[in-house]
Every structure is written in C-alpha cells, then in structure tokens.
C-alpha cells in the first residue's frame, strides 16, 4: 500500500502537481505522521485541559527516558524498544492514578513526585545506556524527529488513532461528563475510577507512540497547547473539541511541510510545537479583541 502511495506522489511530482520534496518517502511517511497525530492529541487534550491533567502529560512523556533506558538494557533492538516502552510508561500511569485514589496529597504535587523520579531513574539509567548507543539517540528520544518515521511507525500510530477513535466515539461523551462533574457522572451509574485509569493508559499510549515522532518533551505540549488554545475562543465543549484537533493537526502538518519547504534550519517537533504556540497566540488576541469590542 505504502508503495503505491509512493508512487502517486511521485507522478504528482513528475506532472509538477506538487513540489519536488514530495517525491521524498521519508516525507510522506512524516506527513501521515502528522495527519495521525494532531488529531489524537488534539482529541485527548480537550480532556486534559477539562481534566486539569497538563502536568500529567508531561511526568508520562519525561517516564519514557526510563523506558528506553530499560528497554537497551534488556537488550531490545536500539530504535524500536516497545515493549519496556509500552510497559513502563502504563505502568507508571496506573501507580500514579491508584496512589492518587488512595492519598490526600493533592494531585499536582504527586505528579511532581512522580515526574522527578521519571527524570532521576532515566538520568542514572544514562550513565549505563551511554555505554551501549550513541548519545544522538536519546537526543532523539526527548526531542524526536517525525522526518525518520518509518513504516513500522505508522502502523503502530494507525492502531492507536482507530483505538482512540472508537473509545471517543463509543465512550466520549462519557468521559466529558466524568471530566467535568464526577459526582452526576457517579449518580447516573457511570464508572468514574474506570474512567480515569482508562484516561491515564490513553495518555501513556498516545505519548509512547509519538515519542519518536516529536520526542517526550513535546508530547506534553501538543496535548495541552492546541486545547488551551481552543478554549479560549470556543463557545461550548463541541467547538472546543473541534478546534482543538484542527489546531493540533494544522500545526503537525505545517511544522512539517513548512520548514522542508522553505529550507528551515529547524527540526519538525520543535516546529510543530512553535505553530501551536502562534495559533496560541491569535487565539489569545482574538479573545482580547473580542472582549474590547462587547
């Protein structure tokens, strides 16, 4: 399938329909990269934005440092170690969410709990690891490149967005309310615990499988930017919703299109990430101006 998609592109190029750089595999890869990510992100950042979970995201994407330290440990293959990976950072999710249930220490202060040891056990996995790979890896672990997605990539990424897909469909409007006031989610018979652990292994899954494709630490930031963003302009929780993901997977598209096509000295996730910010900033100056003129 890959190949025929390769080969359109090609002749699209060819017919001069599209600019040489598509004519480029690795672009094509990043470019449906993108087209899969900014909508998954997008999607679960209205909930950590309703959920006020921002700093969650960030302890799950800074976990995966450790999980790729295990995972060349335990001698998986250097560029694909899924399955420390995998376990790891769900894992991690789900011993935060029980001790949250069963702790009075308040929320964001056990995450920074749980983030710090994230970073301590990964730095001292480090010194191991070092031995072993080249030092670009981690590099590439914490900061990512959606330029050398391969095809294994974008299957992985495709069974997640038709798993995320489903769930929202099949359980969306279950989890806005869950989010937004648990106590009539509870009353109408509605597994809030449930919920929130599912919620928790979402965001694990999701932050693994772009973790090579815009890196731990911009994970993080395309969850939380896009729906913050939203949020400030949008009149109700659908328009919300929608322009979340439209933000999130304009901003994955162009940070990967543009800076190729301009010749760019920048690489696509932190580019990704500063498109989220611009729309950040519009989405802010229309509020204001809205608000001057009402």
């Given at each position: 399938?890959?190949?025929?998609?390769?080969?359109?592109?090609?002749?699209?190029?060819?017919?001069?329909?599209?600019?040489?750089?598509?004519?480029?595999?690795?672009?094509?890869?990043?470019?449906?990269?993108?087209?899969?990510?900014?909508?998954?992100?997008?999607?679960?950042?209205?909930?950590?934005?309703?959920?006020?979970?921002?700093?969650?995201?960030?302890?799950?994407?800074?976990?995966?440092?450790?999980?790729?330290?295990?995972?060349?440990?335990?001698?998986?293959?250097?560029?694909?170690?899924?399955?420390?990976?995998?376990?790891?950072?769900?894992?991690?999710?789900?011993?935060?969410?029980?001790?949250?249930?069963?702790?009075?220490?308040?929320?964001?202060?056990?995450?920074?709990?749980?983030?710090?040891?994230?970073?301590?056990?990964?730095?001292?996995?480090?010194?191991?690891?070092?031995?072993?790979?080249?030092?670009?890896?981690?590099?590439?672990?914490?900061?990512?490149?959606?330029?050398?997605?391969?095809?294994?990539?974008?299957?992985?990424?495709?069974?997640?967005?038709?798993?995320?897909?489903?769930?929202?469909?099949?359980?969306?409007?279950?989890?806005?309310?869950?989010?937004?006031?648990?106590?009539?989610?509870?009353?109408?018979?509605?597994?809030?615990?449930?919920?929130?652990?599912?919620?928790?292994?979402?965001?694990?899954?999701?932050?693994?499988?772009?973790?090579?494709?815009?890196?731990?630490?911009?994970?993080?930031?395309?969850?939380?930017?896009?729906?913050?963003?939203?949020?400030?302009?949008?009149?109700?929780?659908?328009?919300?919703?929608?322009?979340?993901?439209?933000?999130?997977?304009?901003?994955?598209?162009?940070?990967?299109?543009?800076?190729?096509?301009?010749?760019?000295p920048v690489s696509a996730g932190p580019a990704i990430t500063l498109f989220a910010c611009g729309w950040f900033v519009l989405c802010l100056l229309f509020r204001q101006f809205n608000a001057k003129t009402a």
């Open positions: 399938m890959m190949t025929t998609l390769y080969q359109w592109f090609q002749s699209a190029v060819d017919h001069g329909w599209l600019p040489e750089m598509f004519s480029y595999e690795f672009l094509i890869n990043a470019l449906f990269a993108s087209l899969m990510i900014g909508p998954m992100l997008g999607l679960l950042g209205t909930l950590v934005v309703v959920k006020r979970l921002a700093f969650l995201s960030e302890a799950v994407g800074h976990s995966v440092l450790t999980g790729v330290s295990m995972g060349i440990l335990l001698g998986e293959p250097v560029t694909a170690p899924w399955i420390s990976l995998f376990t790891f950072s769900i894992l991690f999710s789900l011993l935060l969410q029980w001790i949250k249930g069963r702790s009075t220490i308040p929320y964001d202060a056990l995450i920074g709990v749980f983030l710090s040891f994230a970073l301590a056990l990964g730095a001292a996995l480090l010194l191991y690891v070092a031995k072993h790979v080249n030092a670009h890896l981690i590099e590439q672990v914490m900061f990512g490149s959606i330029l050398v997605s391969g095809v294994d990539d974008l299957i992985l990424l495709a069974v997640i967005s038709v798993a995320v897909v489903f769930l929202a469909v099949r359980f969306g409007n279950q989890a806005y309310l869950v989010a937004i006031s648990p106590d009539v989610a509870h009353s109408q018979r509605i597994n809030t615990r449930l919920h929130d652990y599912g919620f928790v292994i979402l965001i694990a899954l999701i932050t693994v499988a772009a973790v090579k494709i815009i890196g731990a630490v911009l994970v993080g930031a395309l969850l939380l930017i896009p729906a913050a963003s939203a949020r400030l302009v949008a009149r109700d929780l659908k328009q919300m919703l929608t322009l979340s993901v439209l933000i999130a997977t304009t901003s994955s598209v162009f940070g990967v299109l543009i800076p190729m096509y301009e010749e760019w």
